[in-house]
Protein backbone atom coordinates (compact mmCIF):
# COMPACT_ATOMS: atom_id res chain seq x y z
CA UNK A 1 0.00 0.00 0.00
CA UNK A 2 1.60 3.35 -0.85
CA UNK A 3 1.68 6.93 1.11
CA UNK A 4 -1.62 8.09 -0.07
CA UNK A 5 -3.68 4.49 0.78
CA UNK A 6 -2.37 4.16 4.10
CA UNK A 7 -2.93 7.74 5.42
CA UNK A 8 -6.68 6.96 4.43
CA UNK A 9 -7.14 4.26 6.07
CA UNK A 10 -5.40 5.25 9.19
CA UNK A 11 -7.58 8.17 9.14
CA UNK A 12 -10.90 6.37 8.07
CA UNK A 13 -9.62 3.80 10.62
CA UNK A 14 -8.97 6.70 13.64
CA UNK A 15 -12.96 8.00 12.74
CA UNK A 16 -14.82 4.80 13.00
CA UNK A 17 -12.62 3.46 16.29
CA UNK A 18 -13.43 6.93 17.97
CA UNK A 19 -17.58 7.11 16.30
CA UNK A 20 -17.50 3.31 17.48
CA UNK A 21 -16.43 3.81 20.54
CA UNK A 22 -18.44 6.69 22.20
CA UNK A 23 -21.41 5.05 20.38
CA UNK A 24 -21.33 1.29 21.87
CA UNK A 25 -18.86 1.21 24.68
CA UNK A 26 -17.01 -1.29 23.01
CA UNK A 27 -13.26 -1.47 22.85
CA UNK A 28 -10.99 -0.08 19.78
CA UNK A 29 -9.65 -3.80 19.02
CA UNK A 30 -13.59 -5.30 18.89
CA UNK A 31 -14.41 -2.60 16.80
CA UNK A 32 -11.57 -3.30 14.25
CA UNK A 33 -12.29 -7.04 14.54
CA UNK A 34 -16.24 -6.50 13.82
CA UNK A 35 -15.53 -4.20 10.57
CA UNK A 36 -13.51 -4.85 7.67
CA UNK A 37 -11.46 -1.83 6.84
CA UNK A 38 -10.52 -2.16 4.12
CA UNK A 39 -14.60 -2.60 2.78
CA UNK A 40 -16.03 -1.85 5.78
CA UNK A 41 -19.59 -3.27 5.64
CA UNK A 42 -21.81 -1.24 4.07
CA UNK A 43 -24.97 -0.26 6.73
CA UNK A 44 -26.50 3.45 7.41
CA UNK A 45 -24.03 3.74 10.37
CA UNK A 46 -20.80 3.14 8.58
CA UNK A 47 -22.44 5.28 6.07
CA UNK A 48 -23.14 8.16 8.44
CA UNK A 49 -19.86 8.04 9.39
CA UNK A 50 -18.28 7.85 5.90
CA UNK A 51 -20.46 11.08 4.94
CA UNK A 52 -18.95 12.89 7.35
CA UNK A 53 -15.48 11.97 6.74
CA UNK A 54 -12.87 14.56 6.20
CA UNK A 55 -9.62 14.63 5.28
CA UNK A 56 -7.61 16.99 8.24
CA UNK A 57 -5.01 18.06 5.73
CA UNK A 58 -5.80 18.02 1.97
CA UNK A 59 -4.11 15.02 -0.06
CA UNK A 60 -3.51 15.17 -3.61
CA UNK A 61 -5.08 12.74 -5.81
CA UNK A 62 -4.68 11.87 -9.99
CA UNK A 63 -7.32 11.13 -11.49
CA UNK A 64 -7.75 9.64 -15.08
CA UNK A 65 -9.87 11.16 -17.38
CA UNK A 66 -10.80 11.14 -21.18
CA UNK A 67 -13.80 13.27 -22.77
CA UNK A 68 -16.74 11.82 -23.45
CA UNK A 69 -19.87 14.52 -23.71
CA UNK A 70 -22.29 15.21 -22.51
CA UNK A 71 -20.22 13.59 -19.24
CA UNK A 72 -16.57 14.71 -19.28
CA UNK A 73 -14.98 17.46 -21.47
CA UNK A 74 -11.31 18.13 -20.72
CA UNK A 75 -9.75 21.48 -21.76
CA UNK A 76 -6.76 23.52 -21.38
CA UNK A 77 -7.43 26.25 -18.49
CA UNK A 78 -4.19 29.25 -18.42
CA UNK A 79 -5.61 29.90 -15.09
CA UNK A 80 -3.99 28.21 -11.57
CA UNK A 81 -6.42 27.12 -9.44
CA UNK A 82 -9.87 28.54 -8.81
CA UNK A 83 -11.81 30.35 -6.66
CA UNK A 84 -14.53 29.39 -4.13
CA UNK A 85 -16.06 25.65 -3.30
CA UNK A 86 -14.75 24.58 -6.72
CA UNK A 87 -11.18 24.09 -6.87
CA UNK A 88 -11.60 21.62 -10.41
CA UNK A 89 -8.71 23.51 -11.99
CA UNK A 90 -5.02 22.13 -11.14
CA UNK A 91 -2.85 23.62 -13.22
CA UNK A 92 -4.04 23.43 -17.04
CA UNK A 93 -6.11 20.58 -17.78
CA UNK A 94 -9.60 21.21 -16.36
CA UNK A 95 -12.30 18.71 -16.18
CA UNK A 96 -15.82 20.38 -16.60
CA UNK A 97 -19.41 18.22 -17.35
CA UNK A 98 -21.21 16.36 -15.31
CA UNK A 99 -18.57 14.14 -13.70
CA UNK A 100 -16.41 17.62 -13.52
CA UNK A 101 -18.66 18.80 -11.12
CA UNK A 102 -19.40 15.34 -9.10
CA UNK A 103 -15.56 15.37 -9.05
CA UNK A 104 -15.64 18.97 -7.79
CA UNK A 105 -18.22 18.07 -5.15
CA UNK A 106 -16.36 14.63 -4.20
CA UNK A 107 -13.14 16.57 -3.44
CA UNK A 108 -15.17 19.81 -1.54
CA UNK A 109 -17.11 17.21 0.48
CA UNK A 110 -13.72 15.06 1.63
CA UNK A 111 -10.95 17.96 1.72
CA UNK A 112 -8.59 17.15 -1.01
CA UNK A 113 -7.24 18.18 -4.35
CA UNK A 114 -6.29 16.34 -7.72
CA UNK A 115 -5.11 16.42 -10.80
CA UNK A 116 -5.77 15.25 -14.08
CA UNK A 117 -4.13 12.25 -16.14
CA UNK A 118 -4.93 11.97 -19.71
CA UNK A 119 -3.99 8.49 -21.81
CA UNK A 120 -4.68 6.99 -25.14
CA UNK A 121 -8.44 8.05 -25.35
CA UNK A 122 -9.67 4.47 -24.50
CA UNK A 123 -11.93 3.29 -21.62
CA UNK A 124 -9.67 0.29 -20.67
CA UNK A 125 -9.61 -3.12 -22.02
CA UNK A 126 -7.56 -6.54 -21.49
CA UNK A 127 -4.45 -6.58 -23.84
CA UNK A 128 -3.21 -9.82 -25.56
CA UNK A 129 0.25 -9.41 -22.96
CA UNK A 130 -1.90 -9.25 -20.13
CA UNK A 131 -1.96 -5.60 -19.54
CA UNK A 132 -4.68 -2.96 -20.00
CA UNK A 133 -5.26 -0.28 -22.26
CA UNK A 134 -7.08 3.07 -21.49
CA UNK A 135 -8.08 4.76 -18.04
CA UNK A 136 -8.18 1.06 -16.08
CA UNK A 137 -4.80 0.89 -17.29
CA UNK A 138 -3.77 3.89 -15.85
CA UNK A 139 -4.63 2.79 -12.59
CA UNK A 140 -3.39 -0.06 -12.79
CA UNK A 141 -0.42 0.66 -13.18
CA UNK A 142 -0.24 3.26 -10.16
CA UNK A 143 -0.58 6.20 -12.71
CA UNK A 144 -4.20 7.52 -11.51
CA UNK A 145 -5.55 7.08 -8.09
CA UNK A 146 -9.44 7.62 -9.23
CA UNK A 147 -10.59 6.60 -13.07
CA UNK A 148 -13.36 9.41 -13.42
CA UNK A 149 -14.90 7.40 -16.37
CA UNK A 150 -17.52 6.47 -16.11
CA UNK A 151 -17.25 3.12 -17.15
CA UNK A 152 -19.77 0.11 -17.84
CA UNK A 153 -19.76 -2.48 -15.29
CA UNK A 154 -18.18 -5.95 -16.05
CA UNK A 155 -16.90 -8.90 -14.20
CA UNK A 156 -13.70 -8.62 -16.34
CA UNK A 157 -13.21 -5.37 -14.84
CA UNK A 158 -14.31 -6.01 -11.44
CA UNK A 159 -11.24 -8.66 -11.30
CA UNK A 160 -8.89 -5.79 -11.03
CA UNK A 161 -10.18 -2.71 -10.56
CA UNK A 162 -12.98 -1.78 -7.88
CA UNK A 163 -16.26 0.18 -8.86
CA UNK A 164 -17.89 2.44 -6.90
CA UNK A 165 -21.52 2.70 -6.61
CA UNK A 166 -23.75 3.70 -9.97
CA UNK A 167 -23.76 6.65 -10.95
CA UNK A 168 -26.10 6.15 -13.80
CA UNK A 169 -27.66 2.97 -16.20
CA UNK A 170 -27.89 3.30 -20.08
CA UNK A 171 -28.68 1.73 -23.02
CA UNK A 172 -27.00 1.21 -26.42
CA UNK A 173 -28.80 2.86 -29.37
CA UNK A 174 -28.28 2.64 -32.82
CA UNK A 175 -28.36 6.19 -34.90
CA UNK A 176 -27.98 6.56 -38.28
CA UNK A 177 -28.88 9.46 -40.67
CA UNK A 178 -32.04 10.41 -40.26
CA UNK A 179 -34.66 8.87 -43.45
CA UNK A 180 -35.65 11.35 -46.01
CA UNK A 181 -39.54 11.50 -46.49
CA UNK A 182 -39.78 9.32 -49.48
CA UNK A 183 -42.68 8.98 -52.60
CA UNK A 184 -44.36 5.35 -52.94
CA UNK A 185 -45.01 4.51 -56.43
CA UNK A 186 -47.03 1.43 -55.44
CA UNK A 187 -49.19 3.83 -53.32
CA UNK A 188 -52.18 3.09 -55.45
CA UNK A 189 -52.63 -0.37 -54.05
CA UNK A 190 -52.28 1.06 -50.28
CA UNK A 191 -55.59 1.69 -49.21
CA UNK A 192 -56.33 -2.25 -48.91
CA UNK A 193 -54.05 -5.09 -47.93
CA UNK A 194 -52.96 -7.72 -50.56
CA UNK A 195 -55.44 -9.71 -48.76
CA UNK A 196 -58.58 -7.43 -49.77
CA UNK A 197 -57.12 -7.52 -53.53
CA UNK A 198 -56.60 -11.03 -53.33
CA UNK A 199 -60.53 -11.62 -51.73
CA UNK A 200 -62.05 -9.44 -54.25
CA UNK A 201 -60.44 -11.44 -56.99
CA UNK A 202 -61.75 -14.45 -55.96
CA UNK A 203 -65.58 -12.74 -55.21
CA UNK A 204 -65.50 -11.64 -58.65
CA UNK A 205 -64.18 -15.07 -59.98
CA UNK A 206 -66.99 -16.63 -58.00
CA UNK A 207 -69.80 -13.81 -59.01
CA UNK A 208 -68.74 -14.65 -62.51
CA UNK A 209 -69.00 -18.64 -62.20
CA UNK A 210 -72.24 -18.52 -60.14
CA UNK A 211 -74.09 -16.17 -62.62
CA UNK A 212 -72.96 -18.77 -65.48
CA UNK A 213 -74.36 -21.48 -63.65
CA UNK A 214 -77.58 -20.03 -63.19
CA UNK A 215 -77.97 -18.88 -66.76
CA UNK A 216 -77.49 -22.34 -67.77
CA UNK A 217 -79.27 -24.51 -65.43
CA UNK A 218 -82.38 -22.68 -66.04
CA UNK A 219 -81.90 -21.81 -69.60
CA UNK A 220 -82.68 -18.22 -69.07
CA UNK A 221 -82.09 -14.77 -67.68
CA UNK A 222 -78.73 -14.09 -69.76
CA UNK A 223 -76.35 -15.36 -72.55
CA UNK A 224 -74.80 -18.86 -71.62
CA UNK A 225 -70.92 -17.86 -72.79
CA UNK A 226 -68.37 -17.61 -69.62
CA UNK A 227 -66.68 -14.62 -71.50
CA UNK A 228 -69.81 -12.72 -71.58
CA UNK A 229 -70.02 -13.22 -68.18
CA UNK A 230 -66.90 -12.50 -67.37
CA UNK A 231 -66.90 -9.42 -69.37
CA UNK A 232 -69.96 -8.28 -67.22
CA UNK A 233 -68.79 -8.57 -63.47
CA UNK A 234 -65.21 -6.70 -64.88
CA UNK A 235 -67.52 -3.86 -66.63
CA UNK A 236 -69.59 -4.01 -63.22
CA UNK A 237 -66.19 -3.53 -60.60
CA UNK A 238 -64.70 -0.51 -62.65
CA UNK A 239 -68.24 1.09 -62.26
CA UNK A 240 -69.66 0.35 -66.02
CA UNK A 241 -72.88 -0.95 -66.72
CA UNK A 242 -73.88 -4.36 -67.78
CA UNK A 243 -73.47 -5.02 -71.40
CA UNK A 244 -76.31 -7.31 -71.17
CA UNK A 245 -79.94 -7.25 -69.48
CA UNK A 246 -80.27 -9.51 -66.80
CA UNK A 247 -83.70 -12.07 -66.48
CA UNK A 248 -84.72 -13.70 -63.62
CA UNK A 249 -84.62 -12.72 -59.72
CA UNK A 250 -81.71 -15.29 -59.10
CA UNK A 251 -79.43 -13.67 -61.60
CA UNK A 252 -80.78 -10.38 -60.75
CA UNK A 253 -80.05 -10.83 -56.53
CA UNK A 254 -76.78 -11.79 -57.77
CA UNK A 255 -75.96 -9.11 -59.99
CA UNK A 256 -76.98 -6.36 -57.54
CA UNK A 257 -74.88 -8.11 -54.56
CA UNK A 258 -71.78 -7.56 -56.67
CA UNK A 259 -73.52 -3.76 -57.93
CA UNK A 260 -73.37 -2.73 -54.17
CA UNK A 261 -70.08 -4.65 -53.02
CA UNK A 262 -68.28 -3.20 -55.67
CA UNK A 263 -70.26 0.52 -54.92
CA UNK A 264 -68.83 0.41 -51.24
CA UNK A 265 -65.09 -0.48 -52.48
CA UNK A 266 -65.19 2.29 -54.82
CA UNK A 267 -65.85 4.83 -52.43
CA UNK A 268 -64.03 3.67 -49.61
CA UNK A 269 -61.03 3.27 -52.02
CA UNK A 270 -60.69 6.69 -53.90
CA UNK A 271 -61.35 8.45 -50.43
CA UNK A 272 -58.31 6.31 -49.08
CA UNK A 273 -55.96 6.72 -51.79
CA UNK A 274 -56.95 10.83 -51.68
CA UNK A 275 -55.66 10.67 -48.16
CA UNK A 276 -52.52 8.28 -48.89
CA UNK A 277 -51.82 10.65 -52.31
CA UNK A 278 -51.39 13.81 -49.99
CA UNK A 279 -48.79 12.71 -47.34
CA UNK A 280 -45.19 10.91 -48.12
CA UNK A 281 -43.95 8.20 -46.24
CA UNK A 282 -40.79 8.15 -44.04
CA UNK A 283 -39.29 4.67 -44.06
CA UNK A 284 -37.46 3.34 -41.02
CA UNK A 285 -34.67 1.17 -42.49
CA UNK A 286 -32.57 0.98 -38.92
CA UNK A 287 -34.24 0.61 -35.90
CA UNK A 288 -32.40 -2.11 -34.04
CA UNK A 289 -29.67 -4.02 -33.84
CA UNK A 290 -30.62 -6.27 -35.71
CA UNK A 291 -31.58 -4.32 -39.02
CA UNK A 292 -28.23 -3.31 -38.95
CA UNK A 293 -26.66 -6.86 -38.80
CA UNK A 294 -28.92 -8.21 -41.66
CA UNK A 295 -27.74 -5.02 -44.14
CA UNK A 296 -23.80 -6.47 -44.92
CA UNK A 297 -23.17 -3.38 -46.53
CA UNK A 298 -23.59 -1.04 -43.82
CA UNK A 299 -20.32 -0.26 -41.78
CA UNK A 300 -20.35 0.02 -37.94
CA UNK A 301 -18.72 2.49 -35.70
CA UNK A 302 -18.40 1.52 -32.39
CA UNK A 303 -16.27 2.91 -28.95
CA UNK A 304 -12.86 0.75 -28.62
CA UNK A 305 -11.63 -0.92 -25.39
CA UNK A 306 -15.47 -0.57 -23.83
CA UNK A 307 -17.13 -3.39 -22.09
CA UNK A 308 -19.21 -4.69 -25.07
CA UNK A 309 -15.95 -4.83 -27.10
CA UNK A 310 -14.37 -7.04 -24.26
CA UNK A 311 -17.49 -9.29 -24.60
CA UNK A 312 -17.18 -9.21 -28.14
CA UNK A 313 -14.01 -11.25 -27.95
CA UNK A 314 -15.17 -14.29 -26.25
CA UNK A 315 -18.91 -14.21 -26.57
CA UNK A 316 -19.72 -17.87 -28.64
CA UNK A 317 -23.53 -17.33 -29.76
CA UNK A 318 -26.50 -14.96 -30.10
CA UNK A 319 -26.76 -11.66 -31.34
CA UNK A 320 -23.92 -10.58 -29.69
CA UNK A 321 -21.80 -13.67 -31.63
CA UNK A 322 -23.12 -12.39 -34.79
CA UNK A 323 -21.70 -8.21 -34.00
CA UNK A 324 -18.05 -9.64 -33.09
CA UNK A 325 -18.20 -12.02 -36.82
CA UNK A 326 -19.24 -8.60 -38.27
CA UNK A 327 -17.01 -6.33 -36.34
CA UNK A 328 -14.01 -7.95 -37.85
CA UNK A 329 -14.93 -6.73 -41.83
CA UNK A 330 -17.61 -3.58 -40.74
CA UNK A 331 -16.35 -2.14 -37.47
CA UNK A 332 -14.34 1.20 -37.11
CA UNK A 333 -13.56 1.66 -33.76
CA UNK A 334 -12.86 5.26 -32.45
CA UNK A 335 -11.65 7.02 -29.32
CA UNK A 336 -14.41 7.96 -26.45
CA UNK A 337 -13.27 11.77 -27.44
CA UNK A 338 -13.86 11.05 -31.35
CA UNK A 339 -16.80 10.36 -31.21
CA UNK A 340 -19.03 12.53 -32.13
CA UNK A 341 -16.39 14.10 -35.03
CA UNK A 342 -17.00 10.19 -36.46
CA UNK A 343 -20.91 11.29 -36.04
CA UNK A 344 -20.76 14.72 -37.91
CA UNK A 345 -18.27 13.43 -40.48
CA UNK A 346 -19.49 9.52 -41.69
CA UNK A 347 -23.06 9.09 -40.73
CA UNK A 348 -24.25 11.89 -43.05
CA UNK A 349 -22.97 9.83 -45.84
CA UNK A 350 -25.39 7.08 -45.38
CA UNK A 351 -23.72 3.96 -44.95
CA UNK A 352 -22.56 4.29 -41.30
CA UNK A 353 -24.57 3.24 -38.13
CA UNK A 354 -22.78 3.94 -34.29
CA UNK A 355 -23.69 1.86 -31.98
CA UNK A 356 -23.18 4.61 -28.83
CA UNK A 357 -25.83 5.27 -25.66
CA UNK A 358 -28.50 6.57 -25.64
CA UNK A 359 -27.49 10.16 -23.92
CA UNK A 360 -24.73 10.44 -27.43
CA UNK A 361 -27.41 10.08 -29.11
CA UNK A 362 -29.40 13.19 -27.40
CA UNK A 363 -26.26 15.31 -27.09
CA UNK A 364 -25.33 14.68 -31.13
CA UNK A 365 -29.07 15.51 -31.80
CA UNK A 366 -28.55 18.59 -29.27
CA UNK A 367 -25.16 19.96 -30.62
CA UNK A 368 -25.90 19.13 -34.81
CA UNK A 369 -29.22 21.10 -34.21
CA UNK A 370 -27.64 24.10 -32.69
CA UNK A 371 -24.92 24.22 -35.12
CA UNK A 372 -27.11 23.92 -38.42
CA UNK A 373 -30.62 23.66 -37.60
CA UNK A 374 -31.10 20.76 -38.61
CA UNK A 375 -32.24 16.94 -37.70
CA UNK A 376 -30.07 14.77 -39.96
CA UNK A 377 -29.60 11.85 -37.36
CA UNK A 378 -32.39 9.11 -36.38
CA UNK A 379 -32.04 6.91 -33.31
CA UNK A 380 -33.51 3.75 -33.06
CA UNK A 381 -36.06 2.94 -30.78
CA UNK A 382 -34.83 -0.53 -30.27
CA UNK A 383 -32.45 -0.52 -27.49
CA UNK A 384 -29.68 -3.37 -26.30
CA UNK A 385 -26.52 -3.76 -23.93
CA UNK A 386 -27.70 -2.33 -20.89
CA UNK A 387 -25.00 -1.11 -18.79
CA UNK A 388 -24.17 0.42 -15.32
CA UNK A 389 -21.60 3.20 -15.60
CA UNK A 390 -19.80 3.88 -12.15
CA UNK A 391 -16.22 5.27 -11.24
CA UNK A 392 -13.36 2.72 -10.50
CA UNK A 393 -10.21 2.95 -8.34
CA UNK A 394 -7.77 0.76 -7.49
CA UNK A 395 -8.16 -2.76 -6.02
CA UNK A 396 -8.80 -2.28 -2.17
CA UNK A 397 -8.72 1.29 -2.16
CA UNK A 398 -10.15 2.84 1.16
CA UNK A 399 -11.14 5.77 -1.29
CA UNK A 400 -14.04 3.59 -1.97
CA UNK A 401 -16.54 3.20 0.70
CA UNK A 402 -15.70 7.08 1.41
CA UNK A 403 -17.18 8.15 -2.89
CA UNK A 404 -19.83 5.83 -2.36
CA UNK A 405 -22.02 8.01 0.03
CA UNK A 406 -21.44 11.38 -1.35
CA UNK A 407 -22.08 9.56 -5.30
CA UNK A 408 -25.23 8.00 -3.73
CA UNK A 409 -26.79 11.20 -2.45
CA UNK A 410 -25.88 12.87 -5.47
CA UNK A 411 -27.29 10.58 -8.03
CA UNK A 412 -30.80 9.55 -5.43
CA UNK A 413 -31.39 13.64 -5.43
CA UNK A 414 -31.48 13.38 -9.33
CA UNK A 415 -29.03 16.24 -9.29
CA UNK A 416 -26.32 14.19 -11.48
CA UNK A 417 -29.24 13.66 -13.98
CA UNK A 418 -30.40 17.52 -13.76
CA UNK A 419 -26.20 18.13 -14.97
CA UNK A 420 -26.57 15.82 -17.69
CA UNK A 421 -29.60 17.27 -19.08
CA UNK A 422 -28.56 20.99 -18.86
CA UNK A 423 -25.99 19.97 -21.11
CA UNK A 424 -28.07 19.23 -23.88
CA UNK A 425 -30.69 22.13 -24.50
CA UNK A 426 -32.04 21.23 -28.09
CA UNK A 427 -32.37 17.71 -27.80
CA UNK A 428 -35.75 17.19 -28.01
CA UNK A 429 -36.41 19.06 -31.25
CA UNK A 430 -35.45 16.38 -33.20
CA UNK A 431 -36.49 12.94 -31.05
CA UNK A 432 -39.61 12.60 -32.25
CA UNK A 433 -39.73 11.98 -36.56
CA UNK A 434 -42.91 11.95 -38.16
CA UNK A 435 -43.69 8.47 -40.19
CA UNK A 436 -45.50 10.72 -42.90
CA UNK A 437 -45.03 14.16 -43.94
CA UNK A 438 -47.57 16.11 -45.68
CA UNK A 439 -46.73 16.85 -49.14
CA UNK A 440 -46.60 20.52 -50.32
CA UNK A 441 -45.10 20.16 -53.76
CA UNK A 442 -46.50 19.02 -56.83
CA UNK A 443 -46.02 15.21 -57.60
CA UNK A 444 -43.08 14.35 -60.36
CA UNK A 445 -42.63 11.21 -62.72
CA UNK A 446 -40.44 9.99 -60.12
CA UNK A 447 -43.49 10.10 -57.54
CA UNK A 448 -45.87 7.99 -59.90
CA UNK A 449 -43.59 5.85 -62.20
CA UNK A 450 -45.52 2.79 -61.09
CA UNK A 451 -48.74 4.24 -62.45
CA UNK A 452 -47.45 4.70 -65.92
CA UNK A 453 -45.55 1.34 -65.72
CA UNK A 454 -49.07 -0.12 -65.10
CA UNK A 455 -50.41 1.63 -68.00
CA UNK A 456 -47.06 0.80 -70.02
CA UNK A 457 -47.77 -2.83 -69.50
CA UNK A 458 -51.51 -2.73 -70.30
CA UNK A 459 -50.35 -1.30 -74.29
CA UNK A 460 -47.88 -4.00 -74.38
CA UNK A 461 -50.35 -6.43 -73.61
CA UNK A 462 -52.77 -5.29 -75.85
CA UNK A 463 -50.56 -4.98 -78.44
CA UNK A 464 -49.44 -8.76 -78.24
CA UNK A 465 -52.69 -9.75 -77.95
CA UNK A 466 -54.05 -7.47 -81.37
CA UNK A 467 -50.71 -9.04 -83.15
CA UNK A 468 -52.15 -12.81 -81.90
CA UNK A 469 -55.69 -11.75 -83.16
CA UNK A 470 -54.67 -10.22 -86.41
CA UNK A 471 -52.49 -13.14 -87.46
CA UNK A 472 -55.36 -15.59 -86.50
CA UNK A 473 -57.52 -13.79 -88.74
CA UNK A 474 -55.03 -14.03 -91.37
CA UNK A 475 -54.23 -17.58 -91.42
CA UNK A 476 -58.11 -17.87 -91.34
CA UNK A 477 -58.23 -15.53 -94.94
CA UNK A 478 -60.52 -13.15 -92.90
CA UNK A 479 -58.02 -10.47 -94.44
Known sequence: MDYTSWFISISFLFVHLIGASNATGASPRAVAVKYDWKAPAWDAVNSHRSMQFSFPRAPHFRVAAEEWPPHVYIRTDIEEGSKGRSPQVMGKTVITGPMGK???????????TYSVVQGDGYWGAPQGNGSWN?????????????????????????QVVDFTIPVFIEMLH????????????????????????????VAMVAIMIISFAITNILGFGGPRSLWKHFWATYSVAFSQTFPWKPNGLALQMTCFIWAIVIFIVTRSYSGALTSLLAVKNVPVKYDSLRDVLDDKTLNILMEGSTALTAHLQTVQSGIYYELAKASLTR?????????????????????????????????????YFSLTGRCDFYMSTGNFWQLIY???VSKGSPLRELMNVRIQSITESG???????????????????????????????LDLWALFMLVGGGLVLATLV???????SSAAGKF
Not at 134 to 158: N, W
Not at 349 to 362: D, F, P, Q, S
Request: include cysteine; proline fraction near 7%.
Open 102 to 112: LMDELAHAMNF
Open 134 to 158: GMIGTVLRGEADIGLGPFGMSYTRS
Open 174 to 201: VIVQRPLPMPDPWGFVAPFTWFIWVGLL
Open 331 to 367: AKYVKASETYGAAYSLIPKGHYAMLVENVVCRKIYSD
Open 390 to 392: AMI
Open 415 to 445: IYEKWAIDQMPNMTHCLKMPTKVKAHEPYSL
Open 466 to 472: FACEFLS
